[in-house]
């Protein structure tokens, strides 16, 4: 028996762009007063949906995907002045948090210099009741609490090499304040939204980091070998991305041992996700269908094998925490007939991305012509090049055909780009996002992420005084002829 879809969602225009992409003078984007104007300049232009990148703490390479807990928040996005305001920071500490330069973020200085003084903060807190309650009704974030600051009591070492589980207990709480302040800011700003009339979007990434407190809690729901290391680690295979894969290292799941307690910790993790967005995207939901296991020790993911996965089993069980909620299933890369049928099934929208629609033919899925009502349809991903430089990269045939299509006769192609976002809001799909990035017209210089590659990801920013340089009422104008406003 076929599955019921979800009702399609209503045409609307967003905007791709990651909280720590935000203009506010401590180093990253906050969860501040640069948050609410960023959500007016999108109410401004017509937009009714923010989409981020995920709010879990990212690794030591910066990357939100790869994180030390799956129900943890980015102490790097609490706002300083709001502590300030609350005499949780003073005037010195404030002004010596001041970043030094408002175009990149200041990951470096962040690891040196952040936690040590939002730890002095939060011993300077005088009412731990609302924290403490939101601790005992978040149980694995209070779990990553503690394995955060046992981790700092065994140097930094991986769970399985841990010797002792006595902790400070100021590291303990400065966890807990963190992961309660994020939260509780965050709820403010996404009040702020719901009053403008923007919808957030989220993202999840598929798998969680081996040193995390997820798979320190949860040993038996991983693919771990006797001496609690994985046996085998998640990637994909060689693609249009990169020619030896992608070896991200993350433990794969042991799906049989996730059945056997009705998914409850995939359960969890929506119920999370959804406390903190109106809609999510599923980082590689083809991995639900069927992953890419690596054995362990490879150096690249060439040598990888495709097994089965939970499909519609999984589906079943956290669908009841989506309705009403926009779902992105993420289907890009090797893509099969049994991956679009699971996105067909879920009900889901699935994605289409501009720069794929040119490597075909006219029958490319990436196409605008060829776009369903039911996906969201992208100019690029957060892993992509941006627009101007995707247009500037290709080789003249091909950009040709780019112009061609988009009705751009001009002779001068650099002046093609409102043509080519036009194609886009015209197209049929239901969402249509286009990264900060393009809504600018910046080139790969600023760039979020380039797959594969370990250093000089994700820290873009782009300041106030750029966006203003936005024309609002153009994008606004076409989201309203486009039904997307």
Known sequence: MKEKRQPDHARAGGVLMHVSSLWGGYSEGSLGAAAREWIDFLAEG?????????????DDCDSPYKSTGAFSLNPNFIDLPTLAERGLLTAAELEAAREHTPYACEFGRLRRERFALLRRAAKRLTDRRPMERFLETHPQTAAFCRFMALKEANGGREWADWTTDRFDPDALLAWQFTQYECYRQWQEIRAYAREKGVSVVGDLPIYVAYDSSDVWENRNLFQLNGHFRPSAVAGVPPDYFCADGQLWGNPLYDWDAMKADGYAWWRARMGF?????????????????????????????????????????????????????IVIAEDLGVITDGVRELVRESGFLGMRVLQFGFLGDENSPHLPHNYPEACVAYTGTHDNNTLLGYVWDLDPAARARLLAYCGYEGEDWDRSYPAILRTMFQSHAGLFVLPVQDLLLYGNDTRLNVPGRSEGNWSYRLTKEQLKTVDTGRFRAWNRMYGRS
């Open 46 to 58: 017509g937009f009714r949906v923010w989409q981020t990148l995920p709010f879990c703490l990212p």
């Open 273 to 325: 996700v959804f406390e903190l967005f109106d809609g999510v995207r599923i980082d590689h939901f083809r991995g639900f269908e069927s992953y890419y296991s690596i054995p362990a020790g490879e150096t690249t993911a060439r040598n990888g094998t495709w097994i089965e996965g939970p499909k519609m089993d999984l589906i079943r069980a956290i669908r009841p925490l989506c309705r009403g909620k």
